[in-house]
């Protein structure tokens, strides 16, 4: 998820493929941002989205750019301050409180972008209701990831789904409880299985 937008969008950790979105944009993805950016929402972003976003979106032109510089900002950091983009309230600490806090008001959905650290947070504290997915036909190999260690293991519905001209699967997700188990195969374990997970328990305590 790391630096979709260009080469020098987010080169941290020696980042090489910045701009990787490009290529696979089509007016299908447009329309979709155009949907769910078209409605009344409230930002929740990590230190760095916020700094790449009041970099560029204040100085931008068009229905997006307007959406985004109207809505609220509410940026986690300990270390941003005076903040410049219009509407733009820091949480300095206690953000799983605070997001909690503001899920519960009254007001327009909340949406974050980017802020890979900040997700990290919510999804260790089940504070995410809702995913809208963009996967692209790519591996990048390194850079930040959306599910890193600490993800909280949670089941989702799947509300709706497209695919654009370019391969891009866009899907939306709604939290869904706990994650089920099962056996694919119900039956008796032969003898080699039973051996096999005793095997397995084994090492798993040799390490």
Same mark, same amino acid.
């Given at each position: ?101 503001? +899920? ?94 005793? +095997? ?8």
């Amino acid at each position: 998820m790391q630096a979709p937008g260009g080469p020098d969008e987010d080169p941290t950790g020696g980042f090489r493929y910045g701009g990787w979105v490009a290529p696979h944009w089509d007016d299908s993805l447009g329309q979709v941002m155009d949907e769910q950016m078209g409605r009344p929402f409230d930002l929740l972003l990590g230190r760095r989205t916020y700094e790449i976003f009041a970099s560029y979106w204040p100085y931008a032109e068009g229905p997006l750019a307007d959406s985004l510089n109207a809505a609220k900002k509410y940026v986690a950091s300990r270390t941003l301050e005076n903040p410049s983009w219009n509407e733009t309230v820091v949480i300095p600490k206690d953000v799983p409180k605070r997001v909690k806090d503001l +899920k519960e008001k009254d007001g327009p959905e909340i949406q974050v972008h980017g802020s890979g650290n900040l997700i990290q947070t919510l999804l260790k504290n089940d504070l995410v209701d809702e995913f809208r997915l963009k996967i692209f036909p790519l591996t990048l190999g390194k850079g930040k990831r959306l599910f890193a260690d600490g993800t909280m293991p949670a089941s989702f519905s799947l509300l709706k789904s497209q695919t654009s001209t370019t391969g891009v699967i866009v899907a939306t997700y709604e939290r869904a409880g706990g994650v089920r188990t099962e056996s694919i195969d119900p039956g008796k374990p032969s003898e080699a299985e039973v051996q096999r997970r005793k +095997k397995w328990t084994r090492e798993e305590k040799n390490q």
